[in-house]
């Protein structure tokens, strides 16, 4: 199961939308997303989470460059969504250079996070290879949300709820759990 959800900053404190990543396909096409919803060019956040897998946020202030956290880059690589924040540069590997093909992943409902019966050896790890060169835990910039009240240690310590545990701490708690 899914959630994903814009906040944008705005005068009067944070506004909550749910949002369609459907018609998503690459993190410009979300950053584009995102900036739709900010009046003034205020900060916006994107927030994704997988039930119990990984979350992502990507944060959008006006014309910057999009600013990415993923908690589990080996569980969001098996993702849909995951793979439109898995960027060459935030893995820190060369556009076009080595890695698996994100766009041929077989995503056979397994993105869950369980292993595919076909794709285990005995030992239990992986055959596929796909997700060789993504790393197993968080990448991406760790002090996103650190102006926010959210410091690297605490982003990196959240699991279950994160993205409630985030709006709380942001002060925003109420506005998402009405999009949720």
Known sequence: MYFAAL???????WEASDTELDNVETLSDLADLAREA???????LVLIEQEDGWFGVVRVDG????????SDAAAAARSSYGE???TD???????GVGGPDLDALDLDGTEDGEPDDDSTGE????????????????????LVLDDLGVSAKDLRSLSGDAL?????????????????
């Open 7 to 13: 906040l944008a900053r705005t005068e009067d404190g």
């Open 38 to 44: 900010a009046p003034d060019e205020d900060t916006v």
């Open 63 to 70: 014309e910057d460059d999009p600013r990415i956290y993923v």
């Open 84 to 86: 439109i924040l898995l």
């Open 89 to 95: 540069e935030l893995l820190g590997r060369e556009p």
């Open 123 to 142: 030992d239990g790890a992986s055959d596929t290879g796909s997700t060789d060169s993504v790393p197993h835990g968080p990448v991406g910039d760790a």
């Open 164 to 180: 409630g545990e985030i709006a709380e701490v942001l002060g925003a708690a109420e506005v998402l759990e009405t999009v949720r």
